[in-house]
């Protein structure tokens, strides 16, 4: 599971979907590996207007990326080759392997064995 | 014709196997309409980047099964969306399911890069797989983040609709120690999960549907599977009744008694 999942998925529960702390989930005991991809800056650029920023900033500072600029990037700043790489490194290039997503709302620990997360809910709460 | 993504890696113990309504899924969607009508829709704009307008489409399948729909798309993105970046997401209820997605996209994409490889000034595929998530359709997603949603769904009318897996019958090492028998029902509650579809066959997309006006962008659309049990032209009368949503079919194959067999519904805000 690439860590730009994290900025398309929140918590599976209904009564979740409403509150603001359901998303991002949160990263607990997550490991990581590289899986190397050619480096595309336009391609990124295109990427970024898909992020929620807010939430990415979070993913990353759990997962110990803590360098990203505070407000997305944009015109000029989309030029600076290292913030792109940067987010290349982190949004593509990264996996993470083991650990769990859980949502500030509700604490549902969702588990991610093998790079594949598992969203479906136990039968009381769906 | 688009050469269809290798499925040969996948063991079709409870995974769906790429079967008619797979192939109408690729036909309908490298079709010469449905392909200038996506082009036109997510193609970069070739004047002044505009950010909003280039952003890279996401693209969801739910129900990936063996990852032949969601590979082939990803690998043609230039000719069915008519730009060389898109991100792929896919989500089965079986986990098995997302194994295998996750290794015919990423195969699927590899194919295709290694052939430009070889052909000088072509521009490079960057499509990129994000993962295989083992969910129940989308509710796991955020609203407003899809662009464009593929669902092939289990369309069988049947009298029962199986319920959704557990983490025990999704855990290998729960299937690695069943019995034979234990496995055989196993297996078959899996596959039971890939055709059978309730009442009209419609139960699971009844759902699907009723999530499409929450989780598609702005500029989203969606192509449902229906088979003629189904009833695809009252399916399509009802979206549009939600007001505000066109229906269309975008493809169709196997006519039976002036009936065609399987259709697929192309969803779609008006004026977007």
């Known amino acids: ?25 949160h990263f607990h005991d997550a490991e990581l590996e590289m899986q190397e991809l050619d480096f595309q800056p336009e391609f ?28 997305k990037p944009e015109g000029e700043a989309l030029g600076d080759e290292q913030t792109l790489k940067d987010l290349h490194r982190l949004l593509l290039e990264t996996q993470v392997m083991e650990g769990k997503l ?3 709302n509700c604490g549902h620990e969702y588990v991610i064995k093998e790079g594949i997360a598992n969203f479906l809910l136990p039968s009381h709460l769906v | 014709m688009l050469p269809t993504p290798d499925t040969s890696h996948v063991s ?24 200038k009508w996506l082009s036109e829709r997510f193609q970069k704009s070739s004047g002044p980047s505009d950010n909003s307008i280039n952003a890279v489409p996401l693209v969801v399948e739910t129900g990936t099964g063996s990852g032949v729909v969601l590979g082939f798309v990803a690998a ?7 730009r060389q970046d898109i991100l792929t997401l896919g989500t089965d209820v079986n986990r098995n399911a997302c194994i295998a997605t996750g290794k015919t996209v990423s195969t699927a994409i590899q194919s295709i890069q290694h052939k430009q490889e070889n052909t000088e000034n072509n521009p490079n595929l960057q499509t990129v797989h994000i993962s295989s998530i083992t969910a129940d359709l989308c509710t796991s997603l955020r609203p407003g ?3 464009v949603l593929l669902f092939n769904p289990p369309y ?12 025990a019958e999704n855990d290998p090492a729960v299937a690695q120690a069943m019995s034979r028998s234990a496995r055989f029902e196993s297996d078959s509650y899996f596959l039971s999960l890939t055709y ?77």
Not at chain 1, 44 to 67: C, H, K, M, Q, Y
Request: charged residues 20%; glycine residues 8%; contains cysteine.
């Open chain 2, 76 to 82: 043609h993105s230039q000719q069915i969306f008519g």
């Open chain 1, 102 to 104: 859980i949502c500030g």
């Open chain 1, 1 to 25: 599971m690439k860590v730009i999942t994290a900025n398309f998925v929140t918590c599976a529960v209904k009564e979740c979907k409403t509150s603001p702390t359901s998303f991002p989930l």
């Open chain 2, 145 to 147: 983040s899809v662009d």
């Open chain 1, 44 to 71: 990124i650029r295109n990427v970024i207007p898909r992020i929620d920023w807010e939430g990415l900033r979070v993913t990353a500072n759990e997962l110990g990326f803590p360098s990203l600029p505070e407000s």
């Open chain 2, 12 to 35: 079709f113990d409870t995974i769906y196997e790429p079967s008619e309504d797979s192939y109408l899924f690729l036909d309908t969607l490298s079709s010469a309409s449905e392909s």
């Open chain 2, 196 to 272: 059978a579809g309730g009442v009209d066959g419609m139960e699971t997309t009844n759902r699907l549907l009723d999530a499409i006006p929450g989780i598609l962008s702005a500029r989203g659309v969606a192509y449902v599977l229906l088979c003629k049990q189904n009833r695809p032209d009252e399916v399509m009368t009802r979206i549009r009744e939600w007001g505000g949503w066109c229906a269309e079919n975008a493809g169709s194959s196997g006519m039976q008694a002036g009936w065609e067999k399987l259709v697929i519904v192309r969803i779609w805000r008006e004026g977007n």
């Open chain 2, 156 to 167: 069988v009318p049947s009298e029962d609709l199986p319920r959704l897996p557990t983490a």
